[in-house]
């Protein structure tokens, strides 16, 4: 009996074991990374840019999907690039990693939407910094120029991770969601328990009566002298330390929710 | 000569009180109003400067009733007749104030000074502030010693400057340290402290301080009205009391010429205190002494200034509900206000 026990939870472990396993080996499914509707690139160029995707994928697991279209369905280009990447499959491990750089000629915008992990290494202002680089090839028309500079910008960004002091600031929240999670903050409790419990104490017992006299309520006038007054320099000490500079905004990643109900990163330019 | 002394008004003869508004001696029935120099011509004032012996019991002037009296009251009335009696042999001799404040409010002020004061006492039970004592408000005279002293001091610690800069990417943390040493003198004046085990040390140093510029040479006239206690508590006793306080007024005083540094800490203080001069008075003040559930809660205003300071029973239901309304509004504001600015 013992025996049996022991194996059938030896059984269940090893699956557990085995799904962790097959959960963080998920690729995407989706292994066309590289759309262009409008046909600006040429099969060639197509092949390049998928080829260093692949080599991305490999080494940061982050997906890098790229969409060049005239077309967005009435939708706006943020939720366009967040749908297109929802809904065909992209983002490598459970929380779908990866990123996806809009071209949307119809409203001559360029968009990066980000997920999983690539909210936090592409902040805002990296992925400000990105598109001013691409905006320049785009409005030049030249678009390979424009791909390839995103995906040099991608591979270095991933490589220097996701900077310290990064932090994530949902944008879109609605009122009621800020009200329900400061309904679930501790502090909100601690500080309301500290108040009260102060206020109610401070009362029962500040209720007996003042002391107002004070050491010279008794002292007769102009008989104080001080006759001896004795400030002596003994030593001193400098202590040094280091400042640490959190740059404010910059290591900020907004997020938001798409049609999907996953969470998104990200932000688009004209050109 | 007899051991009880009763004022009585000259036009009249019936009982004469001390009136706090007018600061005059005023006659209930005819209401003349007597300035002090006008009674003192009908009734002089009597030297007691030889003790006189104490006796069993003390008898009212006007009825001849049994006055009811505990050891230390100087001054009541008859319990039968009303008449102010004042008892001489307990202001005779060492019992011989020196000086008095008479009382500049009146019962009916002290009441309404109670009422307005339980009103706010918020955790006090509703049945404690519905109690109709009101009535029972009493004007005392309390025993004080006055002191008058003389305090050399001296403290002497350690003290910090602390200035910060910054440069390139570190900051500067400079601390220089000080010895710091001051010694001084000072003259303190009509310290007063409790000469009475009756009253409770605690409130009527609460209800300090009294003004002395209306502080008199005593007489027995100003009793009249009134309830008195003589002292219990000997000068010698008392002036334990006041050492402390000199010792802490001097320290405090001493330490407020330190200045200029961003912290500083005594390591030692010294007083002596000299020259101490005592001088026994009777001051103002209206007591109510309220029992609720076997205990006393003492309510005392300054019969002067009006200052008040006093007890109730706490009720901890309402401790609690104060507690959890307290908690809940701030609960409130921390979430819908907080998610504003979130």
């Known amino acids: 009996m013992y025996k049996k026990t022991s194996v059938s939870l030896l059984a269940v472990l090893f699956s557990i074991f085995i799904l962790c396993i097959a959960q963080i080996g998920v690729y995407a499914e989706n292994s066309n990374n590289v759309i262009d509707y409008l046909n600006y690139l040429t099969d060639s160029e197509i092949t390049n840019l998928q080829a260093d995707i692949d080599s991305i994928k490999n080494t940061y697991g982050l997906d890098v999907v790229i969409v060049i279209t005239d077309n967005t369905d009435g939708k706006s280009s943020r939720d366009f690039a967040d749908d297109f990447f929802d809904y065909n499959g992209y983002g490598i491990g459970r929380d779908y990693s990866g990123l996806l750089m809009l071209i949307n000629m119809q409203d001559r915008e360029v968009w990066i939407s980000t997920s999983g992990e690539a909210i936090d290494i592409f902040t805002n202002s990296r992925i400000s910094t990105m598109e001013d680089n691409i905006i320049g090839p785009l409005s030049n028309a030249k678009y390979y120029n424009a791909c390839r500079t995103f995906i040099s910008d991608v591979k270095s960004y991933a490589n220097a991770g996701v900077p310290r002091g990064q932090y994530r600031v949902e944008s879109d929240m609605t009122y009621a969601d800020k009200v329900s999670r400061t309904i679930k903050s501790l502090p909100v409790y601690i500080v309301a328990l500290i108040i009260s419990v102060g206020s109610t104490l401070v009362l029962s017992f500040s209720s007996k009566g003042k002391v107002t006299i004070n050491s010279s309520t008794y002292e007769e006038n102009g008989s104080f002298v001080l006759s001896e007054r004795r400030d002596d320099y003994i030593r001193e000490s400098t202590v040094k330390t280091k400042i640490e500079r959190s740059s404010g905004g910059s290591q900020k990643s907004s997020t938001h929710t798409s049609s999907s109900g996953r969470t998104h990163g990200g932000g688009g330019k004209k050109f | ?342």
């Open chain 2, 1 to 342: 000569m007899t051991s009880v002394k009763e004022y009585k008004c000259p036009s009249c003869g019936a009982g004469l009180d001390f009136d706090p508004p007018s600061q005059k001696w005023k006659c209930h029935y005819c209401f003349n109003e007597y300035e002090k120099s006008q009674f003192d011509k009908f009734d002089e004032e009597e030297i007691l400067n030889e003790d006189m012996p104490e006796l069993d019991s003390y008898i009212c002037n006007s009825c001849g009733a049994e006055l009811i009296a505990d050891n230390t009251t100087s001054a009541t009335f008859c319990i039968y007749c009303k008449s102010p009696a004042v008892i001489k042999s307990r202001f005779s001799g060492r019992f011989k104030p020196k000086s008095v404040i008479p009382f500049r409010l009146t019962k009916e002020q002290a009441k309404e000074t109670y009422q307005k004061w339980i009103k706010k006492r918020i955790f006090a039970p509703k049945d404690f502030k519905l109690k109709e004592e009101v009535d029972k408000v009493t004007g005392v005279y309390a025993p004080f010693w006055l002191f008058d002293c003389k305090a050399d001091g001296f403290i002497s610690g350690e003290a910090t400057k602390v200035h910060s800069w910054q440069r390139g990417d570190y900051k500067y943390t400079q601390t220089k340290y000080y010895s710091v040493v001051r010694r001084g003198n000072a003259r303190y004046k009509k310290i007063p402290v409790d000469a009475s085990k009756k009253m409770d040390d605690k409130y009527m140093h609460l209800i300090e301080p009294f003004d002395y510029n209306d502080i008199k040479d005593f007489s027995m006239k100003y009793m009249s009205g009134f309830m008195a206690e003589k002292y219990d508590v000997e000068a010698a006793d008392a002036s334990a009391i006041l050492k402390d306080r000199v010792k802490d007024y001097m320290s405090e005083r001493l330490r407020g010429t330190v200045n200029g540094y961003s912290s500083y800490t005594t390591n030692s203080r010294q007083v002596n205190i000299s020259e101490i001069e005592q001088c026994y008075s009777m001051l103002p003040v209206y007591l109510l002494v309220n029992k609720y559930k076997d205990k006393s809660h003492i309510f005392m205003v300054n019969g002067q200034t009006g200052k008040v300071a006093g007890d109730t029973p706490l009720c901890l239901p309402k401790q609690i509900l104060f507690a959890v309304v307290v908690f809940i509004l701030v609960w409130i504001i921390g979430v819908f206000g907080g998610a504003l600015l979130v």
